[in-house]
């Protein structure tokens, strides 16, 4: 008897947990169709508009078990990789073409040195982070910390032949690694323009070693150097004879939290009015003379030279008239 309740524990046992977990064998009227590369199962069986109506998220949370465990099984008929103790199934390619975001990405275009290197076919080829320094027999990193060839390192600089004697060598070189590294960077933003075919972007003028600088860059370079203070060139001393930059906007002030009422109710009403008017507001005058500056302004800019000359402007003979 003892036996018999053992096994009628054990039927009962076995019976109860299989209520509570399903099988993992789904039958579909129509089979359906897999893209595992995807990890996308679509279903083609007609919903039922009576179960669905009765109870709709009992048999949305069914139908979604039932196709989740179809999945499962096809990914387990794929071939596997054990790593690290973990099993992997590898994922076949992907036959269903998804939409895209955004646009394929074009090629870059090649910068300078690139088209140089192929042209006199040089390849890149990878060099070691460390390089053996002769003066003090050691390994040193090729860049960064510590690096090989490093002005703090030299405690002293032989003049040269013809060299001035009471010159600062020291600050010499740092300052030609300064205008190496603006040149540099330089080339990079001048690279990015024109890629993307634009003269919009602003490009810093040439470094300090070069000596093509015409009146345009010259005046830009003045402007960001005032402007690289910490307080954005408020407090920096103008020049002399320093001409005022063209196109320097003020910064909008703040209204004040604590206004007259009688203002603050015009300005309102203002903004009423004007959004209740149907056409836009747009002073006429102000467009045209703005467009009129912008094509006297590319006129001028098309005529001056590389030392910032104007091109072809004649003077005017004076006391010049109509002659009769």
Known sequence: MEAMDIALDVDALLAENKSKH????????????????????????????????????????????????????????????????????????????????????????PTKWEQFAKTKGIKKMK?????????????????????????????????????????????????????????????????????????????PPPPSGTKDLNKHQLTQALGLAKAATASVGKFTPSLPSEPVPKRSGKKRKAESMIADVGEEKARNLGILKKMNKKKEVLDITKAVNTHMADEQRSVHFSRVDSDGKVVGSKKRKAGGGKKT
Do not use: C
């Not at 989740?68 to 973990?86: G, M």
């Not at 960064?144 to 060839?149: E, F, M, P, Q, S």
């Open 22 to 109: 399903k099988s993992t064998e789904v039958k579909k009227d129509v089979e359906l169709q897999f893209d595992l590369g995807n990890l996308l199962a679509t279903d083609l069986n007609i919903i039922d508009t009576a179960a669905f109506r009765g109870e709709k998220e009992g048999y949305l949370k069914t139908l979604m078990r039932d196709n989740v465990q179809l999945l499962i099984n096809q990914i387990w008929q794929l071939p596997t990789v054990k790593t690290e103790d973990v099993v992997l199934a590898e994922l076949p390619k992907g036959t269903t073409v998804l939409p895209r975001e955004k646009p394929i990405p074009k090629p870059k275009a």
């Open 127 to 203: 060099k070691s982070r460390m390089v053996f320094d002769e003066t003090t027999q050691t390994y040193k990193p090729r860049y960064g910390y510590k690096r090989v060839g490093d002005l703090k390192d030299e405690w002293i600089v032989e003049v040269p032949k013809n060299g001035d004697p009471y010159q600062d060598y020291f600050k010499k070189k740092e300052e030609q690694k300064s205008d190496l590294v603006s040149k540099n960077e330089y080339q990079r933003l001048r690279n990015i323009a024109k890629e993307r075919k634009t003269k919009s972007l602003r490009v």
